[in-house]
């Protein structure tokens, strides 16, 4: 079986993925097929022995769509610097487009509908409907055919995709604009010998439904942007160029030449190039861009270098162990492509409806058409009425309006709270959610340490003194913990000492002479090195402190050991009102950490977490997740890390911390721009109003349509009732739209 991965062209809705999915799952010998409508990708898995490349790109094609493979073997970084360079270009385009639409649609509206207004609007007399009809059509009609034009694309997808059996919403809105374009065209025609069908006219109809999808089209295909822009930002971590160490000299070399084995030299304040073991030379290294994890990790000689993340104060020498796609940044990558070509694209119900809808409203406008034309005996342009009424009173305008404007004023809300929400897929499927998996690091906790305790050993000082003279230490360190405790101090208006002299001991902690007494901040490690001895229930105080997830520093000044600081990462104040309101809706809370049981245990406790998953590596989340969702759970990913990127794209739902890394952002759905968990309670809530809503709209979008449809077809003219004159035609499916629209708003009253 061989897995490839195709770039499908053309696809514009649901309608269109599931009709490429169709079509290639019927070839024999495929596995599975998938497409994803965000990145336009098809994955297959097929047969080698019964089907090729060139099937299955015929098999696409007849579908009405273009498909290009991925070629693995180029430069991923060039591939998506190619990808983006279209994408750009796309959008572009379709800007321009929607400004021509936008600047001819205008003028439009207000030449058809002006004179329709309480008060009369001005307008030259030329222009006049009464007095110079024909003018009047020929204008409309003039500023009509440029938004055709620039929304051609409707019709070219739209048309072909009705022909080769696939309709969607293209085809809806090609058919509706189209026939009200055409009609319009035949009554401008005939205006000269019947000047009153200058009031039978629908051109402002096909050219404002255009532009308004127009728009929809370019919001949506921005939004979907967003998705190569994570993967563009990930590959940035990793530096274009690395330093060589070759036989005790350096170069400056490109990473892509480099190979495994060689030697690698990490200077201070720059990016890892690879992933590697260290050889010689100590430092700190900054992994949370990774790993989550806010506290730096200290590296000497034997352990593992992750390529991507930041070295602090050291220079070491590091062997490469992993190049390509072999790399623990590019895993990330992957995972992260791998995800979003698994994530099938949620259905909208309009579309889905779209292959029934749009062939049925078309057979019943001929059936009626020929009916009356053969058994009622009437004239062409009875039977034109009524084919033509048929087509604008089922025109898709509510059914096309029915998601999105409930969406737009969802998110609106949404954004009104600090929560925003970047897709309309991401806002339906929160309503589903029962399962939300919390990051700990940065989410239920701040994501940067903090003094959490101090104990005072020698009776001859007190909390504050141990502060102060800790803190005036460690005023020349760089190191998160020391400045957590630089930064308590302050906080606390203590006056600080600088110290005469100082010397960083990496991994170890921090040597000073404060006022002539030499002064010793550090770990285990640092009482060992300088023969100190502890006392027992010292040691076992401190060991109790670390299984609690905070990190004991011990203070010693002229061979004493006066007391010990600990630091940890704390718990946010709203994380725990945030758990209990989603506990309130029924939904089931999980903690993800890469920490101890123990540790993970007690912070899991504290916030009040159903289910703590511990010990969990950076790679792993995503399948944590996956495996949640193949026990059938619903699931939204809330986190901020890269390390949580995988995760938050393979969930159902991925909600970021608006504090977290750009990574995280781009990858979640929703973005918590007040960092604030109780928000996410607000968007489980928002999703669930706005799916009631969607559903409203749908039933007075279809209740117009099944109650029109009947009386454009004749049926109460064929019992001595009125003919429904495509006018009034036009005015119950501009009502419906009304309808739909005035209860979208009513959403902005919700308190959430």
């Given at each position: ?10 696809m514009t809705c649901?309608a ?17 097929s998938?497409v994803?409508?965000?990145t ?13 490349p060139d099937?299955?790109i ?26 983006w360079?279209k ?13 021509v639409?936008i600047?001819?649609?205008?003028p439009?509206l207000y ?11 001005p ?20 500023l ?7 929304g ?11 022909f ?21 065209l035949c009554m ?9 069908n ?11 439904v255009v ?11 921005r ?22 160490y ?7 070399i ?24 260290v ?10 861009m ?15 270098l ?22 623990t ?12 070509g698994?994530?099938a ?11 029934y809808?749009v062939?049925a409203?078309?057979?019943?406008a001929?059936?009626a058409?020929l ?8 004239e ?19 059914l ?9 004023v ?8 600090g ?18 998996v ?35 230490c ?12 630089v930064?308590?101090?302050r906080e ?8 005469e002299?100082?010397?960083?001991i990496t ?11 030499e002064t010793?901040v ?5 009482v ?14 401190a060991?109790e ?5 905070k ?10 050991l ?38 993970a ?9 159903d ?6 590596l ?7 997740v ?5 026990e ?8 901020d890390?890269i ?20 990574i ?20 489980v ?5 706005t ?21 454009a ?28 629209v005035?209860?979208?708003l ?6 959430l």
């Open positions: 079986m061989k897995s490839e991965v195709y770039n499908v062209d053309g649901a269109c993925s599931s009709a490429v999915e169709r079509v290639t799952r019927k070839l024999p010998g495929v596995e599975t998938n994803n409508l965000t336009n990708k098809l994955t297959i898995v097929y047969d080698e022995s019964q089907v090729t099937m299955i015929n098999k696409v094609s007849r579908a009405g769509f273009e498909a290009t493979p991925v070629q693995e073997d180029k430069d991923l970084k060039a591939q998506e610097e190619e990808a360079e994408q750009e270009e796309q959008f572009h385009v379709m800007r321009n487009r929607l400004i639409a600047c001819f649609a205008v439009l030449i058809s509908m002006g004179h329709m207004l309480p008060f009369e609007l307008l030259p007399g030329f222009l006049h409907m009464d007095a110079h009809p024909l003018n009047y059509a020929i204008a409309q009609l003039i009509t055919i440029p938004v055709l034009i620039a051609r694309k409707f019709y070219l997808v739209g048309i072909r995709a009705l080769k059996g696939n309709p969607n919403m293209d085809s809806l809105v090609a058919i509706g604009t189209g026939s009200a374009f055409i009609y319009s401008t025609v005939t205006i000269p010998s019947s000047p009153m200058a009031h039978h006219l629908y051109y402002e109809s096909a050219a404002v532009t308004l999808v127009m728009l929809g089209k370019y919001m949506e295909s939004s979907k942007g967003k998705t190569s822009e994570a993967i563009r930002k990930l590959m940035e971590l990793a530096p274009d160029t690395a330093i060589l070759e036989n005790g000299s350096e170069r400056e490109e990473t892509a030449l480099v190979r495994t084995g060689q030697h690698l030299l990490i200077k201070p304040g720059s990016r890892i190039p690879l992933d590697g073991t050889v010689s030379g100590t430092s700190s290294v900054d992994e949370s990774l790993t989550g994890e806010s506290i730096p990790v200290e590296k000497q000689s034997g352990d593992t992750i390529g991507g993340s930041m070295n602090y104060n050291g220079a070491m020498e590091m062997e490469v162990t992993h190049i390509g796609g072999d790399t940044l590019s895993k990330i990558i992957k995972m992260i492509e791998d995800a979003q698994n994530k694209p949620i259905s909208k119900l309009a579309d889905q409806v779209a292959g809808f062939p409203v078309m057979a019943i001929i059936v058409a009916l009356w034309l053969v058994f009622g005996g009437k062409l342009s009875f039977v034109l009425t009524i084919f033509v009424s048929v087509l604008v009173i089922a025109c898709p305008c509510a096309g309006l029915a998601t999105p404007t409930a969406i737009m969802g998110t609106g809300l949404g954004a009104s709270h929560v925003l929400i970047k897709s309309g897929e991401a806002l339906e499927t929160a309503h589903k959610v029962d399962t939300v919390f990051d700990k690091t940065g989410t239920i906790t701040e994501g940067k340490p903090k003094v959490t305790d101090i104990v005072v050993i020698d009776k001859d000082e007190t909390e504050d003194s141990l502060l102060q003279l800790a803190a005036g460690e005023q020349m360190s760089e190191h998160p913990l020391g400045q957590a405790i930064v308590r101090a606390q208006g203590l006056a600080l000492t600088m110290p002299q100082f010397e960083s991994g170890a902690g921090i040597i000073a002479t404060v006022n002539g007494v010793a550090g770990n285990s490690r640092l060992k090195q300088m023969n100190i001895s502890i006392d027992e229930a010292v040691r076992n105080q060991h402190m670390a299984n609690q997830g990190t004991p520093m011990y203070l010693i000044s002229a061979g004493v006066k007391g010990i600081i600990c630091v940890a990462d704390t718990i946010k104040q709203t994380s725990i009102e945030a758990v209990d309101q989603l506990k309130s809706l029924g939904v089931t809370v999980y903690m993800l950490t890469g920490d101890n049981q123990k540790t245990d007690y912070i899991g406790k504290q916030a009040h977490i289910t703590v998953i511990a010990e969990v950076p790679d792993d989340k995503a399948n944590v996956a495996k949640l969702q193949a059938g759970k619903t699931v939204m990913m809330v986190g890390g390390n949580d990127a995988p995760a938050l794209v393979q969930a159902d739902v991925g909600t970021a911390i608006g504090s977290g890394s750009d995280a952002l781009e990858s979640g759905d929703i973005v918590l721009m007040k960092s604030d968990l109780r928000d996410v309670y607000k968007a809530k928002l999703s669930r109003l799916i009631r809503n969607i559903k409203q709209n749908l039933f007075w979008a279809f209740f117009y349509n099944t109650l029109g449809i009947p009386v077809a004749g049926v109460l003219y064929l019992f001595g009732g009125p003919l429904l004159d495509p006018m009034f035609a036009g005015f119950a499916m501009s009502l419906s739209s009304v309808c739909v005035s209860n979208a009513r959403l902005k009253t919700m308190k």
